[in-house]
């Protein structure tokens, strides 16, 4: 089953509404009728729509934002729908002994376009849900801070005042063509011309705001992807999946575990299953994912090197190779620090359904990054990296296996802010133990665990907030790899940063920044280049040390060293030119 999106039911429901328009010949009574009743539907609809609606003015936090006439207009196109509405409500109610011919296609496509809209407006609402103690809607998933943002809602009041001009000059011609022995009631025989008047009121109202605004080209193409809160059906993967396949089993997997842990999280205090097990599993569950993400992002950058592709997707590749590297050995330190605490011992209660669902992308993502079809972590040292050209054939496949690695990162992050707040609940709740016998000698306790103490406590949830953030870091480099590279998780990009949507003209090309920045020959950015970087973690790994809390540390140093190493090159290009800066050169250092 695949999730249904809102732009689904969007697409339906404007083919329905042009091909009601496209109907010319006279209505008989009976058809005029249903098509009354099948606009006070749909425009009730429309003005839900517009109800659910937050604007910026009626927030009392943001008072100056509606300075351009924006929000006023949309305000008079919410006024204007509702009159709308209620005179075709008034002239519906008053036909209600008539025959409605509903088997009219005029009347059968309005009440298809109304069916959809009512579906697609179902599907946005799957994201919140009501507060059982105040009644007020909460956020259940990430997409519903993307629905109430600025491009977003720009965009959705767009559609609806696109369909408001298409039905308000077909309602203008009813309004003239109604023969003069009609039965029609004398309240329906001005309905079209009425309603169709407060119709073209909020279709101008609309058009104007969106004048005033900025482009909202993102914002509509965020709109339409937009899926409902539903998990997608369980796939079970074969050895004989492609690598199409495979792209695709990553990415439903994906969302299958950002919601399962969202709805977890819910009901983790309680849960028998929340448990130092199922937290262990899940961070050494991501810790394997983001090492073979690690492996397939590497094998697509010398793809996309032989392909000969930009240059600027090159530097992203190099950027995102690092930050999920940091990922992994963040979430490798959590793995360590849980095997110090402990929540208590419970056999019946088993893995939660996050840590059982991890085993699955665990394995859809090895085996899209190995050789081997049969790849379990079990295999190890002895695994072999697919050839970059078994992975990605051709460029145009370039783009599915990032896709899978944008959406597997992604869920990194969510599964590290879930089980975080999972974790310090539990700490809260003193939950958290330790052995008796790694305590110090001062503890004469007479039996084997004792509740941690704080400071082991601090060291644990330390940990998981450089996984947030590494993992944050990590999304952050492949959303702007994705927007390089046009691949199909671009949305998801766009859907992460609300300031590019609402702002695009503000930030000129990354490809046109490196053309300048290879053209710029300046002496400040030559003596940058000259430094080398540093190699930190490659001098740690050298002394054959794997503790993953020290690695990390050396990552974050070498790290480090590319800022400054950046900073200084800006600040050498500034002083040696009168030019704009361009973009800091970055670094580059293998690192296995």
Known sequence: MTVPVFGDFLAQAQGHVTAAVSVQE???????SAVIGG??????????????TALVGELPQAPEADSAGGTRAALDARIALRRSAQV?????????????????????????AAAQLAAGRDLLHTHFSNDPSTGTPTRTSMWAKVIHS??????LLGEIGGLAAKLAPWMARLSLESPPDSAMPAVAGLTFHDSGRWLWTAALKLETRSHQELPAGEGRRVLAAIPANLPPAYRPLTAETTI?????SVISTSARLQYGAAAFARTARWSAQATSASWRHDALASAITA???DVIIRSLAQRAASLGLHPAIQAHFDNSARAVKLACTAWRAVTGEWDLLSTGTCKRAGLSPVAAEMDDLVLRIGRLAYRNPGWTPACGDASLAREPADLAPDAGTIPAALAAVHHATDTLTHIAVADRRCVRQAAADHRLYIPTRLLPDVYDIPHPYHF??????NVLLDSYRLAVKTCTAATAALDGLTLAARAPSRVLAAAHADPAIARPRQAPPLEQALARQREDTSPGQLAAKSVPSGRME??????HLTEPAMLLRAAAIDEAAHGLLAEATAKAHHRSSSHEPTSPIRARSRRR
């Open 26 to 32: 006279q209505l008989p009574d009976e058809a005029r």
């Open 39 to 52: 606009l006070d539907r749909l425009v009730t609809v429309l003005t839900r729509y517009l109800s659910d």
């Open 88 to 112: 075709l409500h008034r002239a519906a109610s008053s036909m209600s002994e008539m025959n409605a011919r509903d088997a009219h296609p005029a009347a059968w496509h309005l009440a298809q």
């Open 150 to 155: 600025a491009p977003v809602t720009d965009a």
């Open 244 to 248: 199409l396949g495979l792209c695709d």
């Open 291 to 293: 090492d073979s993400s």
């Open 452 to 457: 941690a103490p704080r400071s082991c406590v």
């Open 538 to 543: 490659e001098t740690v790994r050298a002394l």
